[in-house]
């Protein structure tokens, strides 16, 4: 890509001050990462069992199955329908098939219980339907995070705390039972079980080139750590370039994944691995992301914690230091143009008309130009580019904005004070 911009600055008088920057917009569809035991890229390319199953409307039966004065768990009275007002399940139950009993209908469509664990356990849970309803369980922690959830439409939905932040962890979380439909008496099953020993983990520090062509080998670096309490065996780390810091659809999942020894618990290793940038790759600004063990095939103690994204992106295609291998000089400055107005330390001239060039790519996203401008003058400036591209250009006076437009293709930019409130203004 040739992030050359070639600035043509014509003014009746001054300039005050240009900023340029290129604009990428990207469309995607937010992905949220993957939870407990699923593919983190399979499950992309998958529909849920709610999509290929359709649901009826959210709603309970014409009748009221449950009787007015209810015995939910056993006890006297309804399970509340808020965290605050749920009955308590006890410390590390374990009810078996047997399970509890509860019922829920038109007038009491959600019902709530807290389970308290003591540490190295985890719980898992059931909720068996009852006929022709259609009932929803999540499993919540104490900052009302939802970190399991089941549902689906069929008559047994089943959480767990294993794979999830309440692993292992003494506390309290809250089971939330939740109506879709139809009415009826439930049973919620648990079981506690000590927590078996896990891995978790986890990727920091990553570093990349800032510039890069596709086709191109590149060194990524990062470190990748073991945060719990057994070794990891071996496993894989993936790579994706991202136009953002998030993985979402779009992006770009390399095929060469790291292979990664095993690593004991509490350690960290850092890595070095050269990764080929696929020659199909567009022109752009990505970020690199490494993912540890990204197809799931470890199970860790954690699911959601195993990558991390680099803090700097890279710029793949032609960049102004490809342009300039000794340096930029935009505007006659000897050096890169300041990217914002604080940095400017002194204007271009006064009552100015002139020509000058400069060149911004993705990763010097802003040049800044300041002129002084007499009183009862107008402005005029245009900004001409050697190559299709889009960039964005603000006229301001102080912190006023007098103009902000942008771009694209190889038209010419073009802006004046003329006509505004600003025309005939110095500063």
Same mark, same amino acid.
């Given at each position: 890509?040739?992030?050359? !911009? +070639?600035?043509?600055?014509?003014?009746?008088?001054?300039?005050? $001050?240009?900023?340029?920057?290129?604009?990428?917009?990207?469309?995607?569809?937010?992905?949220?990462?993957?939870?407990?035991? &699923?593919?983190?890229?399979?499950?992309?390319?998958?529909?849920?069992?709610?999509?290929?199953?359709?649901?009826?409307?959210?709603?309970?039966?014409? !009748?009221?199955?449950? @009787?007015?004065?209810?015995?939910?768990?056993? %006890?006297?009275?309804?399970?509340? #329908?808020? %965290?605050? $007002?749920?009955?308590?399940?006890?410390?590390?139950? #374990?009810?078996?098939?047997?399970?509890? &009993?509860?019922?829920?209908?038109?007038?009491?469509?959600?019902?709530?219980?807290?389970?308290?664990?003591?540490?190295?356990?985890?719980?898992?849970?059931?909720?068996?339907?009852?006929?022709?309803?259609?009932?929803?369980?999540?499993?919540?922690?104490?900052?009302?995070? +939802?970190?399991?959830?089941?549902?689906?439409?069929?008559?047994?939905?089943?959480?767990?705390?294993?794979?999830?932040?309440?692993?292992?962890?003494?506390?309290?979380?809250?089971?939330?039972?939740?109506?879709?439909?139809?009415?009826? &008496?439930?049973?919620?099953?648990?079981?506690?079980?000590?927590?078996?020993?896990? @891995?978790?983990?986890?990727?920091?520090?990553?570093? =990349?080139?800032?510039?890069?062509? %596709?086709?191109?080998?590149?060194?990524?670096?990062?470190?990748?750590?073991?945060?719990? #309490?057994?070794?990891?065996?071996?496993?894989?780390? &993936?790579?994706?370039?991202?136009?953002?810091?998030?993985?979402?659809?779009?992006?770009?999942?390399?095929?060469?994944?790291?292979?990664?020894?095993?690593?004991?618990?509490?350690?960290?290793?850092?890595?070095?691995?050269?990764?080929?940038?696929?020659?199909?790759? =567009?022109?752009?600004?990505?970020?690199?992301?490494?993912?540890?063990?990204?197809?799931?095939?470890? $199970?860790?103690?954690?699911?959601?914690?195993?990558?991390?994204?680099?803090?700097? @992106?890279?710029?793949?295609?032609?960049?102004?230091?490809?342009?300039?291998?000794?340096?930029?000089?935009?505007?006659?400055?000897?050096?890169?143009? @300041?990217?914002? !107005?604080?940095?400017?330390?002194?204007?271009?001239?006064?009552?100015?008309?002139?020509?000058?060039?400069?060149?911004?790519?993705?990763?010097?996203?802003?040049?800044?130009?300041?002129?002084?401008?007499?009183?009862?003058?107008?402005?005029?400036?245009?900004?001409? !580019?050697?190559?299709?591209?889009?960039?964005?250009?603000?006229?301001?006076?102080?912190?006023?904005?007098?103009?902000?437009?942008?771009?694209?293709?190889?038209?010419?930019?073009?802006?004046?004070?003329?006509?505004?409130?600003?025309?005939?203004?110095?500063?």
């Amino acid at each position: 890509m040739d992030n050359r !911009r +070639v600035l043509t600055l014509v003014a009746t008088l001054l300039l005050i $001050s240009t900023t340029i920057s290129p604009v990428i917009a990207a469309f995607e569809t937010a992905n949220s990462q993957p939870t407990y035991e &699923q593919d983190i890229f399979q499950q992309m390319e998958s529909k849920a069992l709610n999509e290929l199953t359709p649901r009826s409307s959210s709603n309970t039966g014409a !009748r009221a199955a449950c @009787p007015l004065v209810q015995s939910d768990a056993g %006890a006297s009275g309804d399970a509340g #329908n808020t %965290a605050n $007002s749920s009955r308590s399940l006890g410390t590390n139950p #374990n009810s078996g098939q047997t399970g509890n &009993q509860g019922c829920m209908d038109a007038n009491d469509q959600d019902d709530w219980y807290e389970v308290t664990i003591t540490s190295g356990k985890d719980v898992d849970v059931e909720l068996v339907v009852p006929a022709g309803a259609d009932f929803d369980i999540d499993l919540v922690d104490g900052g009302g995070n +939802v970190v399991d959830s089941s549902a689906g439409v069929g008559s047994l939905e089943k959480v767990t705390t294993i794979g999830t932040s309440l692993s292992g962890i003494a506390g309290s979380f809250h089971i939330q039972l939740t109506v879709w439909s139809g009415d009826g &008496q439930y049973t919620l099953r648990t079981w506690t079980n000590d927590t078996p020993p896990m @891995p978790d983990l986890t990727i920091s520090n990553v570093v =990349a080139p800032t510039t890069g062509q %596709a086709g191109q080998t590149v060194d990524v670096n990062y470190t990748v750590s073991n945060e719990w #309490n057994t070794s990891s065996g071996a496993f894989e780390s &993936q790579f994706i370039l991202s136009t953002d810091q998030i993985y979402n659809w779009g992006d770009v999942l390399i095929s060469q994944s790291q292979s990664e020894t095993d690593l004991a618990e509490n350690s960290s290793r850092n890595m070095n691995s050269q990764v080929m940038i696929p020659s199909n790759t =567009a022109n752009g600004t990505y970020y690199w992301i490494v993912w540890a063990d990204g197809y799931g095939n470890v $199970s860790e103690k954690t699911e959601t914690n195993n990558n991390n994204v680099s803090a700097v @992106p890279m710029l793949i295609g032609e960049s102004c230091e490809d342009r300039h291998p000794n340096g930029l000089d935009d505007a006659g400055l000897g050096a890169d143009a @300041p990217n914002n !107005r604080s940095s400017v330390v002194a204007p271009l001239g006064n009552n100015v008309t002139s020509q000058y060039t400069g060149c911004i790519d993705g990763i010097d996203a802003n040049d800044v130009f300041s002129f002084d401008v007499p009183a009862n003058h107008t402005i005029e400036f245009e900004i001409t !580019r050697h190559k299709s591209s889009t960039v964005d250009a603000e006229l301001t006076l102080g912190n006023n904005l007098v103009y902000g437009g942008f771009g694209w293709g190889n038209n010419t930019l073009k802006t004046t004070t003329k006509g505004t409130s600003y025309d005939g203004i110095g500063g």
